[in-house]
Nanobody, 122 residues
């Protein structure tokens, strides 16, 4: 019903930058809050950043001042600009979205992307 496709991951040196994108498609009536999570090997999946439909944002303390989440509602896309990357930012980054589906009323459904690998070398 809804697909989230992430892109933009890769290998970067410490101090470098990457920009992740997550495009949503499918039977979308309303794309509400969108999130970026990350999961390092052997660790739990942690919230990195959140953005509401209206553009309000929240960040994990570990990325404040370095990462910026934004969205383009016309394109159903959320972005994560990551600057001053550190080796500890290495993880698989996942996009998550709360979606109201066409013909399903106001109930929200949660969807995940497949993840994109970010590796920061020291």
């Amino acid at each position: 019903q809804v697909q989230l496709v992430e892109s933009g991951g890769g290998l970067v040196q410490a101090g470098g930058s990457l920009r992740l994108s997550c495009a949503a498609s499918g039977s979308i009536f309303s794309l509400n809050a969108m999130y970026w999570y990350r999961q390092a090997p052997g660790k739990q999946r942690d919230l990195v950043a959140k953005i509401t439909k209206g553009g309000n944002t929240n960040y994990a303390d570990s990325v404040k001042g370095r990462f910026t989440i934004s969205r383009d509602n016309a394109k159903n896309t959320v972005y994560l600009q990551m600057n001053s990357l550190k080796p500890e930012d290495t993880a698989v980054y996942f996009c998550n979205a709360e979606v109201e589906l066409v013909g399903r009323g106001r109930r929200e459904y949660s969807y995940w992307g497949q993840g994109t690998q970010v590796t920061v070398s020291s």
